[in-house]
């Protein structure tokens, strides 16, 4: 039974978690198939400090991304995350659980070829530190931010909560302030 507050979108029910509690640390990444099913279609649920975000996820045109997202998430490894950086007029950064910048699931897997585009306000895609090394760093745009395609895996698109990402605190590693956190996140699946 899923806790009181756990939000399901209609025609969706709760994916089931993979551990009951929180893994931050793995050796290896995820095979295709360990955190999600063939045909099913998924969004992903964050509690933040400042409200809900939900997001579709294109597990059919990049499998292996969103495979890795929602196997961490099912591992409650985004639970009590920050948002490390938020840079106002470009993005939402969060998926560091050392809330540094530099931190992830000790694993990297490489770029997937999208036909999506960083087009518009809600776009998810992968943060990395150059080709095929994506982990468990994330961002979300606030704009357009066209110079970024084919260098991060769009996997995702928030479809409720756009108005959450206007107030997340603008921060940044190292400097003052108190981030914004994901409280809560899990997934949801048809």
Not at 13 to 27: G, I, V
Not at 114 to 136: C, E, F, I, Y
Request: proline share 7%; charged share 25%; aromatic share 10%.
């Amino acid at each position: 039974m899923e806790p009181m507050d756990t939000y399901i979108p209609d025609g969706y029910t709760l994916t089931p978690d993979l551990s009951a509690e929180r893994k931050t640390s793995f050796s290896a990444a995820p095979e295709l198939g360990d955190g999600i099913e063939p045909g099913k279609q998924y969004r992903a649920i964050f509690e933040t400090s400042k409200g809900r975000l939900v997001m579709d996820l294109d597990a059919e045109e990049v499998p292996t991304t969103v495979n890795s997202f929602v196997y961490l998430l099912r591992h409650h490894y985004y639970d009590g995350i920050v948002f490390h950086r938020v840079i106002d007029g470009f993005m939402a950064q969060t998926g560091d659980p050392t809330g540094t910048g530099t931190g992830g699931p000790g694993y990297k897997f490489g770029d997937e070829q999208t036909t999506q585009r960083h087009k518009g306000k809600g776009v998810l895609s992968m943060a990395n530190a150059g080709p095929n090394t994506n982990g468990s760093q994330i961002f979300i745009t606030f704009t357009d931010t066209p110079h970024l395609d084919g260098r991060h895996t769009v996997f995702g698109r928030v479809v409720e909560g756009l108005d959450v990402l206007d107030r997340i605190t603008r921060i940044q590693p190292g400097y003052p302030g108190t981030p914004d956190r994901i409280e809560r996140a899990y997934v949801v699946e048809k």
